[in-house]
């Protein structure tokens, strides 16, 4: 089945420590986002990318980077700068570059700082 | 930055009850899309509407737009338990195809 896939769903870090989310889709998508979602809080772009090897920080980069290295993935690593990175992190693809239309979600990844 | 905002917060209503949900956005769109998250997963697309268009339906939703107001209303008929979800409008904006999402709706359907 098409999808996309994120992992880990839960992940705990301590502070101080780099850590990495994987996203992966099969749906042959050029564009990927990753999100930000605060309780009570819409979502909030971090990062995305329209096309292989390259992308464009968002409205909350600061603390995270990411790669495009393959079409098909975009990780996220919320690095130890992130000064409150306890959230739930959404990956998503959309068909094309300048697309206006709907976005695909994976199903999520927890991210809890001990 | 947020633009649209959702109306109400949260919403408790009666199975088989309709329910409706308001969004309203600051500037002009190039289109207006509705999503669902149930708790703790992804979104899922609902509905998109774009800026020429009024109303759009798809099965048990209706969506309208008013783009003098800067407002839509989603609307669901004969609502189920399993409706219970948080809703989320996002727009577009003419000049750029990044989605600008807002807070949510709370939407709980007691069976």
């Known amino acids: 089945d098409g999808g996309i896939t994120q992992s880990p769903k839960y992940l705990f870090r301590k502070e101080g420590q780099n850590v990495t989310l994987s996203c992966e889709q099969n749906?042959?998508?050029?564009?990927m986002y990753w999100y930000r979602q605060d309780p009570g809080q819409g979502l909030r772009l971090i990062y995305y990318?329209?096309?292989?090897?390259?992308?464009q920080k968002g409205d909350i980069a600061e603390g995270y980077s990411v790669s495009r290295e393959k079409k098909e993935s975009f990780p996220l690593t919320v690095t130890s700068a992130q000064k409150n990175p306890t959230a739930f992190y959404l990956c998503?693809?959309?068909?094309?570059?300048?697309?206006?239309?709907?976005?695909?979600f994976g199903e999520g990844s927890r991210l809890t700082v001990l | 930055s947020q633009q649209g905002e959702e109306d109400p917060q949260a919403l408790s209503i009666q199975e088989g009850e309709n329910a409706t949900m308001n969004c309203s956005y600051k500037?002009?769109?190039?289109?207006l899309q509705w999503y669902r998250q149930n708790s703790g997963r992804g979104l899922v697309h609902l509905i998109l509407?774009?800026?020429n268009e009024r109303e759009k339906h798809s099965g048990r939703l209706r969506v309208t737009l008013d783009t003098s107001k800067k407002s839509s209303s989603l609307l669901i008929t004969a609502s189920r338990a399993a409706d219970t979800a948080s809703y989320f409008c996002?727009?577009?904006?003419?000049?750029?195809?990044?989605?600008?999402w807002g807070a949510g709706t709370k939407l709980i359907i007691k069976p």
């Open positions: 998503a693809s959309s068909p094309a570059q300048g697309n206006t239309g709907e976005l695909f």
């Open positions: 749906l042959n998508h050029d564009a």
């Open positions: 990318s329209q096309i292989v090897n390259d992308f």
């Open positions: 500037t002009s769109i190039n289109n």
């Open positions: 509407i774009r800026s």
């Open positions: 996002a727009t577009v904006k003419d000049s750029n195809y990044q989605l600008i």
